[in-house]
């Protein structure tokens, strides 16, 4: 099944094209916040399951461009993102070790949103293409043969990150900004995805393709994010994991510029970039960088922190 929330934060089924309001049936939850009532869905969701089906059997669609799609997860408890997750298609010659980072939950923003670059001296502002799991059971220290009874579906989600700032714990100020965790448009539940370990995984920055990748090439697959994360700490219903990207197809995020991810079969996702401070780079890739022999990301050429010409 498709989850999404939409308009006012109307909870809808997905089916093909169209969106079945299903809102009717949830109000006995009680909710402070859309998030309680999707939580309470996943918490119970052989209960709600067929209540939802037969709301949309016996609604009336709505063609899904006449709604405005709103982020599928709204407020997760916690948003873990896996660290340097992929073996970049071979460069990686070595597993790397398993490592993640905090995004918080402010950062969530839906389709047809903006992601907004602060006024920060980043070198660069980047969006990684990621599949996130969504959790769907309460568990602190999961054994890996019982992760994937943790996972209850999919979103696309893209990791935003301004990178290069100055200090010492640059994961807090590089990916917690708000608007940095576009995710949807649907919630899709992990029956219709029956290997999410072999997805095509891709994005385009105003329609030109600049991620291409597999989930296969993950270096710690999905049971073993789920087996890490709640090592750590405890996963909620609801919660994200986002489960990593490959760095050598990143690419400048600038102000005007219109963002789509599908990681296959859970749907597109759009998004808007807008920059005050009309920041520019170079339009590359990290992949274009290596094959002539250059380290790093592109530079930063003009506005407000450009090292070098206009600013």
Not at 36 to 53: F, G, N, T
Not at 67 to 75: E, I, Q
Not at 265 to 274: E, F
């Amino acid at each position: 099944m498709k989850l999404a929330f939409f308009d006012e934060f109307r909870l809808g089924v997905v089916r093909d094209d169209q969106i079945f309001d299903v809102s009717a049936v949830t109000a006995e939850i009680p909710r402070a916040h859309p998030h309680d009532v999707l939580r309470a869905v996943i918490e119970d969701w052989d209960e709600w399951r067929p209540r939802l089906d037969s709301a949309a059997d016996h609604g009336h669609g709505v063609p899904l461009p006449a709604v405005a799609m709103r982020p599928p997860v709204p407020r997760p408890v916690t948003i873990d993102c896996m660290a340097v997750n992929y073996l970049e298609g071979g460069p990686l010659s070595a597993l790397p070790p398993i490592s993640a980072f905090h995004k918080t939950p402010n950062a969530i923003i839906g389709p047809g949103d903006t992601m907004v670059l602060p006024d920060v001296p980043a070198t660069i502002f980047e969006g990684e293409a990621e599949l996130a799991l969504v959790i769907g059971r309460r568990g602190k220290d999961v054994p890996l043969a019982a992760a994937m009874d943790y996972v209850f579906g999919y979103t696309n989600l893209i990791d935003g990150s301004a990178r290069g700032l100055p200090g010492t714990n640059v994961f807090y100020p590089m990916k917690s900004r708000d608007t940095f965790c576009p995710i949807g448009p649907f919630l899709v539940t992990k029956d219709e995805i029956p290997d999410p370990q072999h997805l095509a995984v891709r994005l385009w920055n105003n329609g030109e393709l600049m991620q291409d990748f597999s989930t296969s090439d993950m270096a710690h697959p999905i049971p073993r994010c789920v087996e890490f994360i709640s090592s750590v700490h405890t996963i909620e219903p609801g919660d994200l994991i986002a489960t990593g990207t490959n760095h050598g197809g990143l690419n400048p995020f600038m102000d005007g510029d219109e963002i789509a991810l599908e990681v296959e079969g859970l749907g597109w996702l759009q998004i808007s970039i807008r920059d005050d401070l009309k920041r520019t780079w170079k339009r590359e890739t990290r992949h274009d960088r290596q094959a002539q022999g250059k380290a790093g990301t592109t530079p930063q050429l003009t506005g407000k922190y450009a090292p070098d010409g206009e600013r």
